[in-house]
Nanobody, 121 residues
Framework: QVQLVESGGGLVQPGGSLRLACAAS????????MGWYRQAPGKQRELVAG???????NYADSVKGRFTISRDSAKNTAFLQMNSLKPEDTAVYYC???????????????WGQGTQVTVSS
């Protein structure tokens, strides 16, 4: 059993900051890439930021320069630092990770339950 648990969402004013955390637990052999996605009402889920096991990152154009993804591999945790937040950043944010539960198995995707981020004055 593998679980991803997000935390850190909430209500923030435009221009403010939030830091999301995603902790993976359970039967984990190794974690490959980790990422943050978001889904706003009526819209498709989209990739916000990703980080691979070597620390290379990628970002959606809409968040470049404002959001920073990082990970603590020793603690199986990923973070998303969100600065200069805008109302259009409002969405449910989901953590995703590619995890192997055994050296013999293929990596598969796991998802967290999501955390709400609301940017409003």
């Amino acid at each position: 059993q593998v679980q991803l648990v997000e935390s850190g969402g909430g209500l923030v004013q435009p221009g403010g900051s939030l830091r999301l955390a995603c902790a993976a637990s359970g039967s984990i052999f190794s974690i490959n890439a980790m990422g943050w996605y978001r889904q706003a009402p009526g819209k498709q889920r989209e990739l916000v930021a990703g980080i691979n096991r070597f620390g290379s990152t990628n970002y959606a154009d809409s968040v470049k320069g404002r959001f920073t993804i990082s990970r603590d591999s020793a603690k199986n945790t990923a973070f998303l630092q969100m600065n200069s937040l805008k109302p259009e950043d409002t969405a449910v944010y989901y953590c995703n990770a590619g995890i192997k539960t055994d050296w013999r198995t293929e990596s598969r995707d796991y998802w967290g339950q999501g955390t709400q981020v609301t940017v409003s004055s």
